[in-house]
């Protein structure tokens, strides 16, 4: 069984298991008729060693070493 964190500063964003696996969290967009619609979180890839999280318009990469210690509270598998 895989736990999952927050990472700190992409709360809401981003989730890591124990396992150093990245998803991305179900959010609200707005699309291009503005219409808000659900975008289903789904598991981030790796871009040779890190990953890409996004925030707005900031980009940034980190290797899941440091993203593990950025892992904030533990996140429920019933919250996911």
């Known amino acids: 069984m895989e736990y999952w964190y927050d990472i700190k500063g992409y709360e809401g964003y981003y989730i890591i298991s124990d396992s150093k ?3 991305s969290l179900d959010r609200k967009v707005l ?4 219409q808000f619609i659900t975008r289903e979180g789904q598991y981030l ?3 040779r ?5 996004r925030r707005g318009a900031v980009t940034k990469y980190y290797t899941p070493k440091v993203l593990w210690n950025m892992r904030g509270k533990y996140r429920s598998l019933l919250e996911i």
């Open 49 to 53: 060693s890190s990953y890409r999280l």
């Open 31 to 34: 699309n291009s008729i503005g």
């Open 21 to 23: 696996r990245v998803k």
């Open 45 to 47: 890839k790796k871009n």
